[in-house]
């Protein structure tokens, strides 16, 4: 991954410059108060809820607490236009795949149903800052094979990836995690590796973060 570092920060760059959130509205008029069970995010393919282990995140020893009714709307737009819309193109799907999301221990998890396997997008809502980098730090080193994403391409947040396709970063009291393990280590008519994915769809949903706060 190391060689193509520069080419991926180029393009996340250029997405947080030049990418909205098209989401963003649709999304936050969506964000439901709901302390007894999942909350459906704006995506159209949103299917009924379900229970994802969302990867190594489960195994972090120091949850933070943040008491909440439902995910905020920064939450919700892991499930939302864009991060579907990036996906799309970049695996040159004929439709949206089914999603599956769910909301447990302050943590929002979308599930991508593709044809070669599942793609897990979760955040964990800290009460604070603080909370959410002593959870990420937790992570981190709890994570088989973990290598800090360096310059910039990690955006000048804490950042990191697995070898075998997950990429973690936090931004405030969000620690955002993107788990494609469960694909295959090549996809799409391109030929991306799935380090690759899950490096541009965070990036995505960074972007959509730092321009709707």
Same mark, same amino acid.
């Given at each position: 991954?190391k060689?193509?570092k ?7 760059? &250029?997405?947080?410059?030049? +990418?909205g959130? #098209? ?8 964000? %439901?108060?709901?302390a007894?069970?999942s ?10 809820t379900?229970s994802?282990?969302?990867g190594?995140? +489960?195994?972090?020893?120091?949850s933070p607490?943040? %008491?909440a009714d439902? %995910?905020? #709307?920064?939450a ?5 236009d ?6 799309t193109? $970049?695996?040159?799907l004929?439709?949206d %795949?089914?999603?599956?999301n769910?909301?447990a ?7 991508y149903?593709?044809?070669e396997?599942?793609?897990?997008i979760?955040?964990?809502?800290a009460?604070?800052q ?5 959870y990420?730090?937790a992570m ?5 094979d973990?290598?800090p994403i360096?310059?910039l391409?990690?955006l ?6 697995? #070898?075998?396709?997950?990429?973690v970063?936090?931004k ?7 788990? #494609?393990?469960g694909?295959?280590p090549i996809l799409?008519p391109?030929s $991306? ?8 769809? &965070?990036?995505? $949903?960074l972007?959509?973060w730092i321009e709707?706060?």
């Amino acid at each position: 991954m190391k060689h193509r570092k520069p080419l991926v920060a180029s393009l996340a760059l &250029s997405a947080l410059l030049l +990418s909205g959130c #098209a989401a963003s509205a649709a999304v936050s008029a969506a964000a %439901p108060s709901n302390a007894q069970g999942s909350s459906p995010a704006a995506s159209s393919e949103t299917g009924h809820t379900g229970s994802h282990g969302g990867g190594h995140l +489960s195994q972090a020893s120091a949850s933070p607490s943040a %008491p909440a009714d439902g %995910p905020s #709307a920064a939450a919700l737009m892991v499930c939302g236009d864009q991060p579907m819309d990036r996906l799309t193109s $970049i695996l040159d799907l004929d439709s949206d %795949p089914h999603t599956v999301n769910d909301w447990a221990d302050n943590t929002f998890t979308c599930t991508y149903h593709l044809a070669e396997g599942a793609l897990e997008i979760s955040v964990q809502e800290a009460k604070d800052q603080a909370s959410a980098l002593t959870y990420f730090n937790a992570m981190q080193a709890l994570a088989k094979d973990a290598k800090p994403i360096e310059g910039l391409a990690n955006l000048g947040f804490p950042a990191y990836e697995t #070898a075998d396709g997950a990429a973690v970063f936090q931004k405030d009291n969000f620690v955002l995690h993107v788990d #494609a393990t469960g694909l295959p280590p090549i996809l799409g008519p391109e030929s $991306i590796t799935r380090n690759a994915l899950a490096y541009q769809l &965070s990036t995505t $949903i960074l972007a959509c973060w730092i321009e709707h706060p």
